[in-house]
């Protein structure tokens, strides 16, 4: 059986009209517009020599594709990197009467895979870029991994902050006017996983519910994923401007599922969000799943925030709901609690695109479990009290594109005193964000159907009500 691409092409989660795309680079809101920049081989569906795509939206639900921004050029090919919104003109490279938007990005030279960084300024709201003159404004003779640098303004020191990575280490730099980087201190030694090489980090300030601040430092790293593969770790700690500390001694992840890779956070977001995307897959199969004229997508947008309670400081993601429900078309609700639901050949899950929420309650039940697929497939998602742990089989789930998409997926967690697990999950025809008790967990996982999911069904290892609320959106745009 083959399926179409447009089968499997989401409605709701970025994708390019061709050809190969990995990491989301240079996200920046501005002047209206939020701006998705990315890894890009405009001619191959598979990794290639990289520029840099873009696309622009208002709601980060339709994306309209621009041209290329940056191609490869005497220095070599265009890595991943940031942009700032350069409001003071500390480069100097503003010409009219826009603020620089100033991309920071790695040039990787294909002939000895040199890694340096470099600038490019657009002063038209990023519709056109320029080289500086000068680059690369930063090398390192030492490090053969030495790229992705994530920028942002520091408010105490008045300094912008670069981080880097650089093999298996974050690298911090400071600068003035963007172009003279000096380098302060390294981090990561002895501390979190060490499975593959760190990329694409991130830093930035989050909030708990009552305002507090901490640091946390987001790096993925590939192989050496939670679940096999790519996956995104993170740190929280303090950050003085130059230096940062973390006491933090277990692994966090920011994600368990296979495929959220290479995220980080918008730059001047105007709401103060740490506002997240990351790319949806894995490098370990990304090249070889079934759509033709172009690979990947974006993972939903997230707004990541601080939780620091029971002795657990982590991070929790979350849906910007108000986007789902713009969205979603409420279809199915019942309040009423209930020992199963049933959903059989059911167009109202939108050809496999819905939203569900539902409310278990595992104080008398061990075992609960969502499955939804169509008459040949499905994917199965089951939380044990017992082990406390979540598991997700996609193994029958259609299409087979390698030996870490028949694995099952883990995800150790224990449920609060409550005893209730409430899940929130995005289905994208080809993909699935799983949210747990509002972010504490979250899984992204690819799956290939060869026919639209029509089937959901809740059911517990006994037959007590267990399904407190359940409510699913049809999904349409
Ligand atoms: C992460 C990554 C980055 C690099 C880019 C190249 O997926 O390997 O480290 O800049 O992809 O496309």
Redesign the pocket.
């Known amino acids: 059986v083959t399926v179409g691409d447009n089968e499997y092409r989401p409605d709701f989660h970025f994708t390019p009209r061709n050809n190969w795309m990995?990491?989301p680079n240079g996200m920046v809101y501005y002047a209206g517009e939020y701006h998705l920049f990315y890894?890009y081989n405009p001619n191959e569906s598979v990794?290639g020599p990289?520029h840099w795509g873009h696309a622009i939206s208002k709601d980060l639900v339709n994306w309209e594709e621009l041209p290329i921004a940056l191609y490869p050029d005497n220095l070599g090919?265009i890595?991943?990197?940031s942009i700032v919104v350069d409001n003071n003109n500390t480069s100097g490279f503003k010409s009219g009467s826009e603020s620089p938007l100033v991309a920071v990005f790695?040039h990787?030279n294909p002939e000895n895979n040199k890694q340096t960084q470099s600038l490019a300024y657009s002063n038209d709201k990023g519709r056109t870029w320029t080289k500086y003159e000068n680059n690369p404004v930063l090398v390192n003779n030492d490090k053969a991994?030495f790229?992705?640098p994530k920028v942002s303004w520091h408010e105490g020191t008045q300094k912008w902050v670069m981080v880097l990575?650089a093999g298996d280490e974050i690298m911090f730099y400071t600068s003035s006017n963007l172009k003279n980087w000096v380098y302060k201190n390294s981090f990561g030694k002895n501390v979190g996983a060490h499975g593959g090489?760190w990329?694409?980090p991130d830093l930035f300030k989050i909030k708990d519910v009552n305002g507090q601040e901490t640091w946390a430092l987001l790096v993925?790293i590939?192989p050496g994923g939670p679940n096999g593969g790519?996956g995104t770790q993170y740190f929280l700690g303090d950050f003085d401007g130059e230096t940062f500390t973390s006491s933090q001694s277990e692994t966090l992840w920011l994600d368990y599922g296979t495929d959220n890779?290479?995220g980080v956070t918008w730059s001047n977001e105007p709401n103060n969000r740490n506002l997240f995307m990351g790319?949806m897959s894995n490098?370990s199969y990304a090249q070889n799943v079934p759509t033709y004229s172009y690979r990947s997508a974006m993972t939903f947008p997230r707004t990541l925030h601080w939780q620091n309670s029971n002795g657990k400081s982590i991070i929790i993601s979350k849906l910007p709901t108000e986007i789902i429900y713009a969205i979603g078309g409420k279809v199915v609700e019942n309040n009423n609690a209930a020992s199963r639901f049933e959903l059989l050949n059911d167009e109202t899950l939108g050809g496999g695109k819905f939203y569900l929420e539902t409310t278990l309650d595992f104080s008398a039940i061990n075992e609960a479990k969502i499955e939804w697929g169509n008459k040949s497939s499905s994917v199965v998602l089951k939380y044990n009290k017992i082990k406390g742990e979540l598991i997700l089989n996609r193994a029958e789930s259609g299409y087979k594109f390698n030996n870490l998409s028949s694995n099952i997926i883990k995800c150790p967690y224990v449920l609060p005193d409550s005893n209730q697990l409430k899940i929130n999950m995005l289905v994208d025809k080809s993909s699935m964000e799983i949210f747990l008790n509002d972010g504490e967990r979250v899984i992204t996982a690819l799956v290939f159907p060869l026919a639209p999911f029509k089937n959901l069904e809740i059911t517990a290892n006994e037959e007590i009500q267990f399904i407190e609320q359940i409510k699913i959106n049809k999904l349409s745009k």
């Open positions: 990995n990491d890894q990794w990289m090919n890595f991943s990197g790695t990787q991994d790229r992705d990575a090489v990329e694409c993925s590939n790519s890779y290479a790319w490098w």
